[in-house]
């Protein structure tokens, strides 16, 4: 079942496109992810699927549901993780999951914000300042904000940023069984093209807003005679470079 079906999707600012006519699907249990250089339309297209962002033109479907008519509907069953979103500073950890448990109406918020803290191994931050911890302990704690409502959909933008690669890893893991036990649809943004590597069932190439090229790792590593993703990308942003010279008469 397609639990996100995306089409033509377009965002322009003034004279920017930043996403420029992209379409694709994210199936139940499956995990797309979005590569791209900088300014190539993730975090836009992110920003459109949970409704902060109103596209140009195009249409989201989430849950078989228009997310135009629908929003108040599909929120519930989805969250998000991103960098760029700070949780108020001055509350613990625990007071920010609790918020959110609130707003989510989880029926038992302590159980559930015990179960993530155990899960993402939360015990030693949970009853500090989230003002007071390093990017990474951040990093934690969002995607525990993340997984509150045990989301059929969830959307992640950069979910390993600033982790140790140690830290990194067991995210990447626990993000596997919770997708595998609860068959939920991931939508990945990375610069880490081990991260999409590993967790990726398809990847959309972004450049400029649209998509240039889209496979399996393991396709897009074949078809390009790469020996994997980072490879690939690199090859895709040099077209970009190469194209992007002046001209020199
Ligand atoms: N609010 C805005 N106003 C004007 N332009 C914007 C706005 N938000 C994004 N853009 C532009 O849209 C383009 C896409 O930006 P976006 O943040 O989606 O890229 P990204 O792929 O997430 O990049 P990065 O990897 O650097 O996070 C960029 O050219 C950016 O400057």
């Known amino acids: 079942m397609d639990i996100v079906v995306v089409d033509n999707l377009e965002k322009r600012f003034g004279a920017v496109c930043a996403v420029g006519g ?14 791209g250089g900088n300014g190539a339309g993730k975090t836009t297209t992110i920003s459109m699927l949970l409704g902060l962002l109103l596209p140009s033109a195009g249409s989201i479907r989430l849950f078989g549901s228009d997310i135009a008519r629908s929003r108040a509907a599909v929120l519930p069953r989805m969250n998000f993780s991103s960098p760029y979103v700070d949780l108020p500073h001055r509350l613990t950890a625990r007071e920010n999951l609790t ?10 918020p302590a159980q559930r914000i015990a179960e993530l803290t155990t899960a993402l191994d939360l015990g030693a931050l949970v009853d500090r300042r989230t003002g007071s911890l390093s990017a990474g302990q951040k990093t934690r704690v969002a995607l525990a904000k993340a997984l509150l409502n045990k989301p059929e959909l969830l959307l992640l933008d950069e979910p390993t ?3 140790d690669p140690d830290t990194a ?6 993000l596997e069984v919770f997708q595998k036990e609860t068959g939920a649809a991931i939508l ?8 999409v590597e590993r967790l990726a069932d398809e990847v959309l190439m972004l450049r400029k807003g649209k998509i240039v090229d889209r496979g ?8 390009f005679g790469r020996q994997n993703l980072e490879e690939v990308f690199l090859d895709i942003a040099r077209d970009r470079r190469v194209a992007e010279l002046p001209v020199l008469s």
């Open 216 to 223: 399996t790792p393991d396709d897009l590593i074949y078809r």
């Open 99 to 108: 918020v959110f448990a609130r707003l989510y109406g989880i029926r038992n």
């Open 169 to 174: 890893d067991w995210i990447r893991h626990y």
């Open 22 to 35: 992209i379409s694709f699907r994210v199936a139940a249990g499956q995990t797309v992810a979005l590569l």
């Open 188 to 195: 990945l943004a990375s610069h880490n093209m081990g991260e």
């Open 161 to 163: 940023a600033s982790l």
